[in-house]
């Protein structure tokens, strides 16, 4: 759907499109390692990461929602201006958002290299034994690109279609890994210090990571849709999937086990046999599925990145095509900085520090300026009509 406002089109979301959008992203190259990640902090209790990430997650994506009801049509690029700048002094505006959106820009520009490398290096390991690196990487680019020649409604179509077929073939896999399970590994969970219970956390919010493609998104989402809602529902299925990856991967292997597999729920996979020998090879089956995952999370975020500068210049959809072609470039060579993958969860590491202060800082500082700005704004109301 399309409808006119202002001097633009703005494409209208439907609620089941949002949750697309952010489901879609949320679930990417995380499921591979969360097992592995969540139990070398907390041990055996590292299923609870998973509950308490959502919790974080979601106070997170409701804030973002309330600043897209605050300003209804308007992207983080488009609103930046209004929250930091005054009707009197626009320049201020400008100005002062400018840090923060190239803050934005940045962390999901080099957050999409390293989710590409990671892709790449799962699918010359595990698949394509003989294929270079680089033959990947620009292959997915390519796609990439493609989504990127066309606006925000084909985007939200694109994850649409894709939706039902990551969820609902990661779900079926995630509960027949229960075959050799034992329960008993998750067990005790009493021995986990706070410190160990803050970096589990931290983990756990990180893999929840994504949502803020949102900060665009959610400003054409149609006004009659429940956001908060739709932040609900797509946090409740990520959550749903990656405690049932990360029980299962504890409950088979153990948590110590785990911390010997550089891809466990891949490792979880090959465990797993279908009842009737329908697939022979379920870890073929599972990597189909996961890179349509891997490439709505790269697409959805390199889009905002394009279709951000296309807005902070205001230009057309011409400029979002060149500058989705040129930015690919330089892109393609980050994602090929790593030497080993070692060096790649040491940058996403980084990109978890980072990915904090994106979805948790971003919108409080936000939300606290608007409120010092009211009150400013109303105590010069009192004055004058004094």
Not at 87 to 112: A, E, M, N
Not at 133 to 157: N, S, Y
Request: glycine content about 6%; proline content about 4%.
């Amino acid at each position: 759907m399309s409808r006119r406002e202002g001097h633009g089109w703005h494409q209208t979301l439907s609620m089941w499109q949002q949750i697309c959008l952010i489901t879609s992203t949320l679930i990417g190259v995380g499921v591979l390692t969360l097992p592995r990640t969540t139990s070398s902090k907390l041990f055996e209790a590292g299923w609870i990461a998973p509950l308490i990430g959502s919790a974080g997650a979601y106070v997170s994506l409701w804030l973002i929602v309330k600043l897209s009801r605050r300003y209804p049509g308007e992207t983080f690029i488009e609103y930046s201006h209004k929250v930091w700048g005054s009707v009197r002094r626009p320049w201020v505006g400008k100005v002062f958002s400018l840090p923060w959106i190239c803050i934005y820009l940045v962390y999901l520009y080099f957050s999409t290299a390293v989710v590409s490398r990671v892709f790449g290096e799962v699918v010359v390991t595990s698949v394509l034994l003989q294929t270079p690196l680089e033959v990947v990487l620009i292959t997915m680019f390519l796609l990439v690109l493609f989504l990127c020649m066309h606006e925000v409604e084909v985007v939200a179509r694109v994850n649409e279609l894709l939706f039902p077929f990551i969820i609902l073939p990661l779900l079926f896999i995630a509960i027949a890994s229960f075959q050799k399970a034992e329960f008993g590994n998750l067990f005790p969970i009493n021995h986990v210090s706070f410190r160990s219970m803050l970096e589990g956390v931290y983990e756990g919010i990180y893999s929840y990571s994504g949502f803020e493609i949102m900060f665009v998104f959610f400003a054409y989402a149609q006004q009659n849709t429940n956001r908060e809602l739709a932040g609900f529902y797509s946090l409740l299925i990520a959550a749903l999937l990656y405690l049932l990856i990360v029980v299962a991967g504890i409950s088979v292997f153990g948590y110590e086990e785990l911390q010997r597999v550089t891809w466990p729920t891949l490792e979880l996979v090959k465990t797993t046999q279908v009842p009737g020998l329908i697939l022979e090879r379920l870890e073929s089956a599972f990597l189909a599925v996961w890179v349509s995952a891997v490439f709505t999370t790269v697409a959805n975020a390199y889009y905002v990145v394009v279709y951000s500068l296309r807005q902070l210049f205001r230009k057309g959809i011409r400029f979002q095509r060149i500058v989705a072609a040129a930015l690919l470039v330089p892109l393609f060579f980050f994602a090929l900085i790593p030497q080993n993958i070692t060096e790649v969860f040491k940058w996403a590491s980084l990109l978890g520090l980072s990915s904090l202060v994106i979805n948790l800082l971003f919108p409080v500082v936000y939300w606290v300026a608007i409120l010092i700005r009211d009150m400013v704004t109303r105590r010069e109301g009192r004055n004058i009509d004094g």
